[in-house]
């Protein structure tokens, strides 16, 4: 695996380092202060400063995924107020599209790009990022879950995306849009 994938997951989620450090050097000081030693005192000490500089570093390093982030927010404002080419602006000349999960087979970037323009023809009074959600795959590629809630002619509609994301020269472009549901359900394969 890419070390510097390994530190962005790092920066994302310090609490599965930072935690056991911290519960360490808690214990090594209420040893160090009932038995009366000074070494692990030191090294109690010694974890708790790790913890905490692994807590700084995660809140002032900016990993992949979370400059992402605010590029698919902005596609699906985009989509959603019906803005069609701008979101075009945001995908890749070789960008998917897929239905269902990761398996499902994918289909061109014509097909994705009839999708967006699909969108175009509702107007959704409201929407909602309910969850989003990061993760680097390598330096200049990631993964975007989200799960988003639309309000169609007032009926309140939920989906589940997974989109990658590569970041090239002119920014970060949208490369595979995967719709894992619609209403918790997998959205029909074959749309009009």
Known sequence: MDPMVEFDALMANPYPVAIPLMLLGFAMLGFALREGFSRPRHAGVGC????????LAAS???????RAIPVVEGLVAEVCQGQIEAARARLHPDAGWAVGDEQSPR???ATLDRQIARAA????S????????GATLRSDRVHVELKVRVVDEGRPIATTWRIE????????????VLWRTLLGQKPPSRMP
Do not use: H, K, M
Request: aromatic fraction near 14%; hydrophobic fraction near 40%; charge should be negative.
């Open 48 to 55: 708790l400063g790790l913890a905490c500089g692994v807590w």
């Open 60 to 66: 002032l390093v900016e990993t992949p995924a979370e």
């Open 107 to 109: 289909q061109d970037f």
């Open 121 to 124: 023809r509702y107007r959704f």
């Open 126 to 133: 409201s929407w909602t990022i309910l969850r989003i959600e």
């Open 165 to 176: 994301l590569r970041e090239e020269s002119n920014g970060w472009q949208v490369t595979d």
